[in-house]
């Protein structure tokens, strides 16, 4: 942590409320309070009083320590500034749903800040690690419906829509299972299996060693969600971790038989889905069904390229449109002013983090190709859980980066 804290029970306090954060993003299910409001998470809650914190006790030494990651920081705001332009360049400033979108982007920001404040790399992995292994024991007790897990706990994390079809097709016959997890959707759950892969891959140095066991727990996780684009990123993830250093070719090799292994085990269990990966028919049926929404915000952007229409979540429900990525969704939302801004932000995090140091901190280029791969098909900053999980990721990613220049 940058400078002497003089307040080590406030500082405790806020690494309490950053710890429950994390349990709530990686094992709890949202709070519902009502229609007309986003679901409520335990970082919900902490937010205002770390912010509170930091602006009574630690102002100072929080600026101090942020100082050097400032344009990251600032290219960040300017893509909010531009999500409140569009809100009120679009007279919805009374809205109350679009300003909820805007506070997730104010956190997602916010939480990189504090866990790099409050957390050095060993405090964070001292809470991170037993949380993941109770997040990949629920998803096994949940994909295999161990003591009915799946008719007495996972209602509470996923839809009906989900979980009634779980191992069934539409007609209500036996199929393959993709686990739901605690996301409650199995591409989501992939990214959160990805996330951990990242972490752990880069440390996973010797064989046997714990973070090569986290690692295969990840691998194992991210396979039992059978998600396409989570696959092929993680391919991409291993291609670009072995052009940082070729010299891991072997265990690259290693993971890669691992990955195998697992999939023919599930394979054996009649899990097939990840065969459409090979299967044109299925993966052009799949490219359509994007496409289509994808024309659908095309087609609504004349007279709002600009600013776009605010976050509007009314249009979405009144035509039945999923956006399916998170770069259509901003353009829909915040206009070409917005996603040129959020594009930025990654061109920056990119100069600054990851290819300065691409063989010494290859967690950060990796964690940009995830979420840069993973919102073409998916929405992940969309998700309170993974956005909070790809913060501190990232602010994990901002430790070694520290380490290196030190």
């Known amino acids: 942590m940058g400078g002497e804290i003089k307040k080590p029970y406030v500082v405790q ?19 519902r309070i009502g229609d007309g409001f ?56 009374g809205e109350l749903r679009d300003w909820f979108e805007v506070l997730k982007y104010i956190k997602f920001i916010a939480f990189i800040g504090f866990i790099y404040f409050f957390f050095n790399q060993h405090q964070y992995f001292r809470v991170i690690v037993p949380l993941f292994i109770l997040a990949f024991i629920f998803n096994l007790l949940h994909y295999f419906n161990i003591f009915g897990f799946n008719s007495i706990i996972e209602p509470f994390y996923a839809a009906p829509h989900h979980l009634d079809f779980f191992g ?70 291993l291609i670009v971790f072995y052009i940082s250093n070729p010299s891991n070719w072997r265990k ?19 899990n097939l889905y990840l065969n459409s990966l090979a299967n044109p028919g299925i993966l052009k049926n799949a490219g359509i069904g994007r496409v289509e929404p994808w024309q659908k915000i095309i087609d609504a952007m004349p007279g709002h390229w ?26 829909f939302r915040y206009g070409l002013l917005g996603i040129m801004a959020f594009l930025l932000f990654w061109a920056v995090w990119l100069k600054n983090y990851a290819l300065k140091t691409f063989r010494r901190n290859p967690l950060a280029i990796l964690v940009a190709f995830v979420y840069l791969t993973g919102a073409i098909t998916n ?19 901002l430790f070694e980066s520290d380490d290196q220049t030190n």
């Open 306 to 331: 600009i600013i776009g229409h605010a976050p509007e979540k009314e249009y979405f429900e009144r035509h039945t449109i999923y956006s399916e990525s998170e770069y259509f969704l901003i353009l």
């Open 168 to 237: 069934l097709n539409s007609l209500g016959e036996p199929a393959t299972k993709r686990a739901l997890g605690v996301l409650g959707n199995p591409n989501t759950n992939g990214l959160f299996f990805l996330s951990f892969i990242l972490l752990f891959l880069p440390k996973s140095t010797s064989y046997p060693s714990r973070n090569t066991l986290l690692l295969g727990l990840a691998i194992t996780g991210l396979l039992l969600c059978q998600t396409r684009t989570g696959i092929l990123t993680y391919i991409i993830v």
């Open 38 to 93: 986003p679901a409520l998470e335990v970082s919900d809650i902490a937010f205002p009083i770390l912010v509170l914190s930091i602006l009574f006790f630690f102002r100072s030494d929080f600026l101090q320590r942020i100082k050097k990651h400032r344009q990251i920081i600032f290219v960040f705001l300017v893509f909010i500034a531009f999500t409140v332009v569009s809100i009120l360049g679009n007279g919805r400033w």
């Open 252 to 270: 690259i090799l290693q993971i890669l038989l691992f990955s195998i292994l697992i999939y023919f085990g599930l394979s054996l269990l009649g």
């Open 379 to 397: 929405n992940p900053l969309q998700s309170p859980k993974i956005a909070l999980i790809l913060g501190t990721v990232m602010a994990v990613s």
């Open 13 to 31: 306090l806020n690494q309490l409320l950053l710890s429950l954060s994390l349990v709530g993003a990686i094992l709890l299910p949202p709070i």
